[in-house]
């Protein structure tokens, strides 16, 4: 493989570990951030860019780790310079600035994907690899969770405006990995509490979504921000028609399957090791895309479709009103999708 060249955009804390899943792949990199820069280029090594501009001369690739509100200006210069690109989720503040820079990416000709590393977990793509076999049936209802510290007060996590709070945040992983096990989505509805208030959302807050999906399926999402000291906990569990699966963390890494009619006694997935960071595993994959191999597992219209679901996510919230999705097919194409709000309570 070629020398990688790789500008890195942002330096906080999401930048570290895909330098060093970069890094392990082998990749020259350059940082620019407006803050920051020269102490991550010091601590790994890195070169550093003096402007956005000078970042894009010297690379190949543009990887972009900034806050949410700076993905569209960023992914559109790194397009307009024909420079393949990976793009920290959510792929875009709005569903209308993402598909804005899937349009703009697919115009140029330029590979773009968005980071939605859950999918490069081992229990998360074990728990699909499941699912697409058959091997619980038809999936019926399904549940995630995701539990942590709440960012640090007063940053622009909690201006809903900017960063879309816990739902466009943090809780963009599971309505993306629901639509991944279950497929499309239909309708949304969603409730938070406490409430966002003049579009600032509450330090400590808590939020569930239910998703409605075309074939019939019902996943609830439930995302917590909590006090300082919380544990960072996921879970996922869906049950079929055959049976159930699961994951659970923190505990050993087994993946739990219940199959009342199975006729053999194979109840559980090899325990996951992680021997490799899914942050590794995910850039790996985009690297071999962007050298003309195969297409990884997360596409730019999944990652315009997962903004979608937020934002249907947050219009519920703040109408009190399920959402549906009129065109509730996404794929590659980045075409926006329409919502309306329903006329009765959920």
């Known amino acids: ?32 951030s407006p803050a ?4 991550l280029a010091a601590q790994y090594g890195l070169s550093v860019a003096k402007d956005i501009a000078d970042l894009l001369a010297r690379v190949d690739i543009v990887d972009i780790v900034t806050p949410s509100p700076a993905h569209k200006p960023l992914a559109l210069a790194a397009i307009k310079a024909s420079k393949h690109l990976v793009c920290e989720k959510p792929l875009g503040a709005t569903r209308a600035d993402a598909s804005e820079i899937a349009r703009a990416a697919r115009e ?17 793509a074990a728990i699909k690899a499941e699912i697409d076999a058959g091997r619980i049936g038809t999936p019926a209802v399904l549940r995630f969770t995701r539990t942590g510290q709440a960012p640090r007060a007063g940053s622009w996590f909690f201006s809903e405006p900017d960063g879309g709070g816990i739902v466009l945040d943090q809780m963009i992983h599971d309505l993306d990995q629901a639509r991944w096990m279950a497929g499309e989505v239909t309708q949304v509805y969603a409730v938070q509490n406490p409430p966002t208030v003049d579009g600032v959302v509450p330090g400590i807050v808590t939020a569930q979504v239910v998703l409605t999906h075309a074939g019939g399926a019902i996943s609830h999402v439930q995302g917590v921000w909590g006090p300082p000291g919380t544990t960072f906990r996921t879970s996922v569990e869906v049950a079929g028609d055959a049976g159930s699966i699961g994951y659970e963390s923190p505990d050993d890494g087994s993946i739990r399957v219940e199959l009342p009619a199975a006729r053999n006694d194979t109840n559980y997935l090899p325990p996951s090791t992680h021997s490799e960071s899914p942050y590794l595993t995910q850039l790996r994959e985009f690297v071999v895309a962007f050298a003309g191999g195969p297409a990884p597992r997360v596409s730019l219209g999944d990652g315009v479709a997962a903004v979608a679901l937020a934002e249907a996510a947050i219009a519920s919230i703040r109408s009190g009103l399920a959402v549906s999705l009129q065109d509730g097919v996404f794929d590659d194409r980045p075409d926006e999708p329409a919502l309306a709000t329903e006329g009765v309570e959920a």
């Open 36 to 39: 920051g820069a020269d102490a």
């Open 1 to 32: 493989m070629t020398s990688l060249r790789v500008g890195l955009v942002g330096a906080g804390g999401i930048s570290h570990v895909h330098v060093a899943a970069w890094q392990a792949l082998g990749a020259d990199i350059t940082v620019y």
């Open 108 to 124: 140029a000709g330029v590979q773009a994907y968005p980071a939605h590393v859950v999918r490069f977990f081992p229990e998360y």
